[in-house]
């Protein structure tokens, strides 16, 4: 069965620093989503993502953070100067068709730990 | 704006008993999507059944169904013949019917079966 795969699945950082979190979503999926996961708290939308454009982002999805297609298979978060509070599950998730009939499938995660 | 509210932080079972983890929505929307997931202690978000706002049947996957009562907006998920795999986080979403739009969480409740 296809699945959403996310590399790397550990990522330490320092504060200050950029990252990149990588994820290639279902080939055949058209919209992707990034999500985080504050260790054992609610999974929360940051960044939903379609035909190389923004569709919907929350509030936590500020200025430090952006997204990208680069090419035709990966679909990047990247995070441009990390504080400790970003330090959490990182997923990344994919849907057919972005409707509501359209579940969302979702990588491993990569736990980003910043110090 | 939508609201998915999972007032049960945690529910034990023991197996091959039957469990109902509730779950309860709030939208102004005629047409969504209602899902559940389930997140084992490692970490991996794993789609498990899902309920249209316009389907009459309750859905059902193998030994999940999902109890739709759309006037009183609840979506609660029974596990039958509950099985020691089955401990781990579940949490119920929603999404509403405009493409890319967030698929929104509940806070999640923790299942522990015992043998």
């Known amino acids: 069965e296809p699945e959403v795969t996310q590399t790397p699945s550990h990522q330490v950082t320092q504060m200050g620093q950029e990252v990149i979190l990588r994820c290639v979503p279902i080939?055949?999926?058209?919209?992707f989503y990034w999500y985080r996961q504050i260790l054992g708290q609610k999974v929360e939308f940051l960044v939903s993502?379609?035909?190389?454009?923004?569709?919907?982002k929350s509030e936590i999805f500020d200025d430090q953070f952006s997204v990208e297609r680069p090419d035709g298979s990966n679909f990047t978060l990247k995070i441009r100067s990390t504080k400790l509070e970003d330090s959490a599950m990182y997923f990344c998730?994919?849907?057919?068709?972005?409707?509501?009939?359209?579940?969302?499938?979702f990588g491993n995660g990569t736990r980003l730990t910043v110090t | 704006a939508q609201k998915i509210t999972q007032t049960q932080p945690g529910m034990f079972v023991q197996e091959k008993e039957a469990v109902t983890l509730d779950c309860t929505y709030d939208t102004s929307d005629q047409s969504y999507g209602l899902f559940w997931y389930k997140q084992p202690s490692s970490g991996e978000m794993i789609f498990l059944i899902y309920q249209g706002s316009y389907d009459e049947q309750n859905a059902t996957e193998g030994r999940y169904s999902l109890n739709f009562q759309k006037a009183r907006k609840s979506a609660n998920l029974v596990i039958s013949a509950s099985q020691l795999g089955d401990s781990a986080m579940y949490f119920c979403a929603m999404k509403l019917n405009q493409a890319g739009t967030a698929l929104i969480f509940g806070k999640g409740t923790t299942l522990s079966v015992s043998s």
């Open positions: 993502f379609y035909n190389n454009e923004i569709s919907e």
């Open positions: 998730a994919s849907s057919e068709t972005g409707g509501e009939n359209s579940p969302l499938h």
């Open positions: 080939s055949n999926h058209l919209y």
